[in-house]
T-cell receptor, first 112, second 113 residues
């Protein structure tokens, strides 16, 4: 059974700093990994999808990396802004089915 | 496309009542997922469908929960009878075959009193 851990559970940083969110998973037989953000009281918004054959994926100030063999992914946010404040969740997809297993998330607060 | 659409957004019901949650996936997506989110357990997959057929319902907590997908554009999650511990936010999501992005609806916040 896939288990997903996200560390830290909460993070507060001043505006403008670069930061890294971590995601680890136990079953390395994944075919992709998706990062989401969730604002309070809202649904999940997809940020980045990395296929298992990729090592990195970039979208604007966001960069996600994937190391399948070690069961790790990171989400790098450059030049953080108050609007980045949200909970960030990672979800690996295991080969053979389409379902995603979610971590418990990292609650990020950017201090103006 | 308007994205995944869920209704109602909020539902308050009394214990023992039947509750029906609805979902319209993104047109053309062939996978549909129902998740439940609570503070204690995070996001849990309840059931998912492929081409309207239930593939894995191992996450459905009890027989009180049932889900249907009568056609490619509509799915329901029913709880009968509802209990206070069913209070949570229920999300529907959809995706294409082949490990593509999953898109989520805004969720239904269910409160059972």
């Amino acid at each position: 059974k896939q288990e997903v851990t996200q560390i830290p559970a909460a993070l507060s940083v001043p505006e403008g700093e670069n930061l890294v969110l971590n995601c680890s998973f136990t079953d390395s037989a994944i075919y992709n990994l998706q990062w989401f953000r969730q604002d309070p009281g809202k649904g999940l918004t997809s940020l980045l999808l990395i296929q298992s054959s990729q090592r990195e994926q970039t979208s604007g100030r966001l960069n996600a990396s994937l190391d399948k063999s070690s069961g790790r992914s990171t989400l790098y946010i450059a030049a953080s802004q108050p609007g980045d404040s949200a909970t960030y969740l990672c979800a690996p997809g295991v080969f053979g089915n389409e379902k995603l297993t979610f971590g418990t998330g990292t609650r990020l607060t950017i201090i103006p | 496309d308007a994205g995944v659409i869920q209704s109602p957004r909020h539902e308050v019901t009394e214990m023992g009542q039947e509750v029906t949650l609805r979902c319209k996936p993104i047109s053309g997506h062939d996978y549909l997922f129902w998740y439940r989110q609570t503070m204690m357990r995070g996001l849990e997959l309840l059931i998912y469908f492929n081409n309207n057929v239930p593939i894995d319902d191992s996450g459905m907590p009890e027989d009180r929960f049932s889900a249907k997908m009568p056609n490619a554009s509509f799915s329901t999650l029913k709880i009968q009878p509802s209990e206070p511990r069913d209070s949570a936010v229920y999300f529907c999501a959809s995706s294409f075959t082949g490990g593509t992005e999953a898109f989520f609806g805004q969720g239904t916040r269910l409160t059972v009193v």
